[in-house]
Antibody, heavy 119, light 107 residues
Framework: QVQLVQSGSELKKPGASVKVSCKAS????????INWVRQAPGQGLEWMGW????????TYAQGFTGRFVFSLDTSVSTAYLQISSLKAEDTAVYYC????????????WGQGTLVTVSS | DIQMTQSPSSLSASVGDRVTITCRAS??????LNWYQQKPGKAPKLLIY???SLQSGVPSRISGSGSGTDFTLTISSLQPEDFATYFC?????????FGQGTKLEIK
């Protein structure tokens, strides 16, 4: 079945970097866009942006430029989110989600990756 | 950015009740509106896309309606597995934005 499987939880110190993976199975990664969504503890959903899986071109929402990088490795059907210079306020669950070909709705979602930033 | 406002923020109801959750957009978004269900510790799950289309596998007691700025998600007869948090999301423009969520709790 179509699914996205994300890498496991991470505990990082402020200033460090983290790379979250999102492996697609049951379909071709390059057929649909991948979106990234952040959910801070006890909070709502915040769209971070998306990556065109055909061209590798990323688009970032305001507030997610500079320290956030979306990338792909199509040879292993995997999308990545890298966050550098981590801050305490980056502590959140990060989700990848496949969008339909219009990029409108998100289904399925990965199971989420908790990134905790603490000294 | 388009702001999405859900009401109520929380709701208590009983099994068998009919419940309606409302989502209002800060500008017209036609029918570019999706609904998700999220249970604690789990990823969101798509329920409704394009305002009223039921995602495959979602029970028919769940329905969506609306266009323009006002949308509703209705659960016709609550089941125990429906107690969760529900989010709306607009796909009319970027950035994609979500409502703040409606937590549906057991009365």
């Amino acid at each position: 079945q179509v699914q996205l499987v994300q890498s496991g939880s991470e505990l990082k110190k402020p200033g460090a970097s983290v790379k979250v993976s999102c492996k697609a199975s049951g379909y071709s990664l390059t057929s649909y866009p991948i979106n990234w969504v952040r959910q801070a503890p006890g909070q709502g959903l915040e769209w971070m942006g998306w990556i065109n899986t055909n061209t590798g071109n990323p688009t970032y929402a305001q507030g997610f430029t500079g320290r956030f990088v979306f990338s792909l490795d199509t040879s292993v059907s995997t999308a990545y989110l890298q966050i550098s210079s981590l801050k305490a306020e980056d502590t959140a669950v990060y989700y990848c989600a496949r969008a339909d070909w219009l990029g409108a709705w998100f289904d399925p979602w990965g199971q989420g990756t908790l990134v905790t930033v603490s000294s | 950015d388009i702001q999405m406002t859900q009401s109520p923020s929380s709701l208590s109801a009983s099994v068998g009740d009919r419940v309606t959750i409302t989502c209002r957009a800060s500008q017209s978004i036609s029918t570019y509106l999706n609904w998700y269900q999220q249970k604690p510790g789990k990823a969101p799950k798509l329920l409704i896309y394009a305002a009223s289309s039921l995602q495959s596998g979602v029970p028919s007691r769940i329905s969506g309606s609306g266009s323009g700025t006002d949308f509703t998600l209705t659960i016709s007869s609550l089941q125990p597995e429906d107690f969760a948090t529900y989010f709306c999301q607009q796909s009319y423009s970027t950035p994609r934005t979500f409502g703040q969520g409606t937590k549906l709790e057991i009365k």
